[in-house]
């Protein structure tokens, strides 16, 4: 019989990454679900295999074998109780930091619980068992492929980590539900991806396009932003900010802007290398690097872009500082002043936008006060202010940690609490207002405080073209955007509120109405009491500036066809137009 490596994908990635990550020690024990693994290491020479019957011998040959080697061991067993038996060695591996990769293979997972033979519950360990256990199943598709490939990548880097230990994979088979056969005669290639402790050896930066993506980051030191600036200078490298990444360097880039266009993608959105710093960033980039080094302390792998290579786990700093000792030379920057023609060639084609909350973001974010903070709510209010040039003298803040409605004015609180001399400013939608409007009446709220409330009687962001919902129309409104909540747009309920909790209130229905009332809330001194003014747009200005704002670069005849569609939406009704295209398509 001529056999080769099985066709499963989830296990020729596991054999290839256990090549690149140099795991080539294996005793395996006899079973059925492990058949596929077992015959597909047998066919390969790089491999190093040993039998043994007892797993629970196994587990303590390959704490001997691995204590002695100095190199990682792997284990294979079957379903059922076999893996029960590896819980003595593993335990010997765990307090001795021996890298033990225990490998049980398993039917599908979905089984767990329902009385199937030989299908038990590997997903909770004991804490002094592994280092890290993971669950491994069949791949569909490439979603699929992507998470097992980060997933096995982690495991494997796991067993070297911080001084190493043993690691648990639960490896799903199709078998013996769908036959299986042995007919892929070399292994795919797989993304291997590394990580770099501090003290060790840096892999070399060769000269290409270089960018820093700094996602939601804390203010940044003088030291830090010193540091990136000298590296941008030495490695001709541009950095890509949103507000939240309070970076004030001189290479920074507002880089939302020339990312969001529907129909252009200029080329500076591709680049070689991609340093990847800070925490979750509600700017949605839409950027293309050729690999990611990942920077940070927790040495985590958290692959954002899908292009993983390196994770540095080191302080941002010591990254950086230790590069820039690498190169001694300056490079050209070449590449910032590419972004940074891209980003005013659309900034210039900026026209009159809509009542909303865009218009307000471009009105007003040069206006505010120096040395303000600003907090801006997700999703609608943090996009629409990205589209804004940086301003260093600005700190902005935003919740994308959880990426939630919840809590956003109390943050604000919290905030004005640790400094209280400077203007606490925040942009906030009407769902999530009144989803935190209880701490208004907390009796520490701060007259540094100044809150922007565009109400606009919904999720807009559900109505925007941009949303899937937006194919429901005015249908939406009812449950997915939740319209009509709260007193409906009321031009009383959260003034009277308001006033009654000590703020100085101020509202706005138009522009006109908007630019009077700006002068008061943008007001450098902090007053006697903080403000709150209220904005009122509607969803269909909101959706429109959005699509001005991503199509900056559009060719004329798109133009027309926006228009052309917003007419018969007028003339039809949504609804209408819902059911003309479904008899149209058929």
Request: proline share 3%; with cysteine.
């Amino acid at each position: 019989m001529d056999l080769h490596y099985t066709d499963e994908k989830n296990i020729l990635i596991l054999i290839g990454l256990m090549k690149a990550h140099k795991v080539k020690k294996v005793i395996i024990s006899p079973g059925s679900t492990n058949i596929t693994l077992a015959a597909s290491l047998k066919q390969d020479s790089y491999f190093e295999l040993y039998s043994a019957p007892d797993e629970r011998s196994a587990a303590y040959m390959a704490c001997g074998l691995a204590a002695e080697s100095g190199e990682p061991v792997a284990l294979s067993c079957t379903g059922a109780t076999a893996s029960r038996n590896y819980i003595p060695g593993m335990t010997e591996a765990f307090y001795r930091k021996l890298p033990i990769l225990a490998i049980t293979s398993t039917q599908h997972l979905g089984q767990v619980g329902h009385y199937v033979p030989q299908v038990i519950d590997r997903s909770e360990q004991l804490n002094d068992l592994v280092n890290l256990s993971v669950q491994i199943p069949i791949i569909h598709d490439d979603m699929d492929a992507w998470s097992v490939n980060v997933t096995l990548n982690k495991a494997l880097l796991e067993l070297r980590h911080r001084g190493g230990g043993p690691v648990h994979i639960n490896l799903t088979t199709s078998y013996p539900f769908y036959p299986v056969s042995f007919s892929t005669k070399e292994l795919p290639s797989t993304r291997v991806i590394h990580r770099i402790e501090y003290g060790q050896n840096l892999p070399q930066l060769d000269d290409g396009k270089i960018a820093i993506f700094v996602g939601n980051h804390v203010v940044m030191d003088t030291n830090l932003t010193n540091s990136i600036e000298q590296f941008c200078k030495k490695n001709n490298a541009v950095v890509l900010c949103d507000h939240t990444s309070n970076y004030t360097g001189e290479s920074g880039i507002s880089a939302s802007l020339v990312t969001s266009q529907d129909t252009y993608t200029p080329t500076c959105v591709n680049m070689d290398i991609l340093i990847h710093i800070g925490q979750i960033s509600g700017a949605y980039m839409n950027l293309n690097p050729g690999q990611v080094w990942r920077v940070n302390p927790d040495g985590e792998i958290r692959d954002t872009f899908r292009k993983l290579k390196y994770v540095f786990e080191m302080k941002e700093v010591d990254f950086f500082d230790n590069y820039n000792k690498l190169s001694t030379v300056d490079s050209s920057d070449t590449y910032y002043k590419n972004w940074e023609y891209e980003y005013k060639k659309l900034e210039q084609k900026i026209s009159d936008l809509p009542f909303s909350n865009i218009w307000l973001a471009q009105q007003t974010f040069s206006k505010l006060p120096i040395n303000s903070y600003l907090h801006l709510g997700i999703l609608n209010s943090l996009r629409a202010w990205n589209f804004c040039p940086l301003r260093k003298d600005i700190k902005c803040f935003s919740n994308t940690g959880g990426f939630g409605i919840d809590g956003l004015i109390s943050s604000l609180v919290g905030a004005a609490l640790a400094d209280s001399k400077q203007l606490h400013y925040l942009v906030i939608g009407d769902l999530a207002f009144f989803y935190d409007m209880n701490v208004l009446g907390n009796r520490h709220f701060s007259p540094s405080i100044r809150i922007m409330l565009v109400n606009n009687g919904k999720g807009t962001e559900f109505r925007n073209y941009t949303n899937f919902a937006s194919k429901f129309g005015n249908e939406a409104d009812t449950f997915i955007a939740a319209g009509g909540h709260y007193g409906n747009k009321s031009c009383r309920l959260v003034k009277h509120y308001a006033e009654d909790l000590g703020f100085e209130y101020l509202t706005a229905n138009t522009k006109d109405e908007y630019e009077k009332s700006l002068e008061r809330f943008c007001f450098s001194k902090i007053t006697e009491k903080p403000m709150l003014l209220e904005v009122f747009t509607n969803n269909e200005d909101e959706d429109e500036a959005l699509h001005i704002m991503r199509n900056l670069a559009t060719t004329k005849s798109s133009s027309i066809k926006r228009a052309a569609k917003d007419v018969m939406k007028e003339v039809l009704g949504s609804n209408n137009v819902q059911t003309l295209k479904k008899i149209i398509r058929s």
